[in-house]
């Protein structure tokens, strides 16, 4: 599966985004997909996931509550919804796609698409 990811931008704190990631090859419902981002000179860090039957999704404790992530079948994309946004989201944002066991561990994702850039500012 192939993986693009899309809709990073500038905002304001407060704002809200909503980040894309269409996949082409495999439909979305055959993988667990999750988001992931990485801010300057940290680590990658789950954001979060769904999984591949599209009942359950898990979040890191520090979106819960303002962030969304769904998918959507015909269109074969998922989305990352992001409100109340913070300076400390900035990062950049990846989705990735497992077929394994539903992991929230960003090494158990075998494929990844190419970051959006998302940047709040306070």
């Known amino acids: 599966v192939q993986l693009q990811a899309y809709g990073g931008g500038l905002v304001q704190a407060g704002g809200s985004l909503r980040l894309s990631c269409a996949a082409s090859?495999?439909?979305?419902?055959?993988?667990?997909m999750g988001w992931f981002r990485q801010a300057a000179g940290k680590e990658r860090e789950f954001v979060a996931s769904i999984r591949r039957t599209g009942e359950s999704t898990y979040y890191a404790d520090s979106v819960k509550g303002r962030f969304t992530i769904s998918r959507d079948g015909v269109k074969n994309t998922v989305y990352l919804q992001m409100n109340s946004l913070k300076p400390e989201d900035t990062a950049l944002y990846y989705c990735?796609?497992?077929?394994?066991?539903?992991?929230?561990?960003?090494?158990?994702?075998?494929?990844w698409g190419h970051g959006t850039q998302v940047t709040v500012s306070s």
């Open positions: 090859g495999r439909t979305v419902s055959s993988y667990h």
């Open positions: 990735a796609a497992n077929r394994g066991t539903w992991a929230l561990n960003l090494r158990e994702y075998e494929y």
